[in-house]
């Protein structure tokens, strides 16, 4: 919940931090790929960009380990050394990288308001929404336990590092559906892990999970932990959890994918942007535009099919450059 600010009330203990809004010409929140590659075409603009990290600086990749995906890398590049790569980039021209939460937004007027971690108001002609997606989890320990040790919520970034091993893959729709297929093309065994006796994917994703040789579903499992010495080597599981023929079954895994949902992180905007039914920011087509000019969305916050970090560096830059010329368009 956000307080109501009197601008009014000259006593009110808010009317301090109202007086001391600072105006900028560009705001970037959020600092994983889509925010710095935003930031990197802005300072080259000479739109002085001011970026607020946010509450995961360096945004998902920083969870990740291993990167081999990312054009420019080949021998690969850790997450954090990718996203200090291109931090520094950012910062070499010109980009004022802060520490900062936004928590709320008021998108009403012609000039938009940020406030960061509740306090600092920032005035600015354009903002660019870069705050991502988090991944869902479980809640387990040993999902931190084991994060970037055998624990992984993208397939497609991970799944090239088990070739050849066997791995499980929670959750039962389509998301589910397709990072078994996807990684049964890839690793020895996929043990798809189903909560219920049935999948909630499309018929069409059911009936390839199915027919995969490779695949084998677990019905009616829940995850109870995991076990591996410094990396994930098994998995322990619930079967039938709650009913009389409750079991406990134990597998040998190498990964353990969580393939249950993203939340993007778009919370705070909502009152003025359109999202969909997840909350996904909704862009004009082929745009980083959202209804509201002079904002813009980039990356996973507005991305629910790709989710990668080279689509989320290029919308990146499609908002950098949208965000120049709304500003070339306002001032003739």
Known sequence: MFKALNLNDTNSPNAKQVAEAEKVKCLIIGSGP???TAAIYAARANLSPVMFEGLQPGGQLT????????????KGITGPELMEDLKAQAVRFGTDVRWG??????????IHKVWIDDQKIIESEVVIIATGATAKYLGLDDEKKYAGSGVSACATCDGFFYRGKDIAVVGGGDTAAEEAIYLAGLVNKVYLIVRRNELRASKVMQDRVLHTKNIEVLWEHQTKGLFGDGVVEGAVLWKKKGTPEEEEVRIQIDGFFLAIGHQPNSDFVKAYLDTDEVGYIRTIPGSSKTKVPGVFACGDVQDSIYRQAVTAAGSGCMAAIDAERYLSERHG
């Open 34 to 36: 889509a925010g710095f």
């Open 63 to 74: 969870t990740t380990t291993e990167v081999e995906n990312f054009p420019g890398y080949p």
């Open 101 to 110: 939460i936004a928590t709320k937004v008021d998108f009403s007027g012609p």
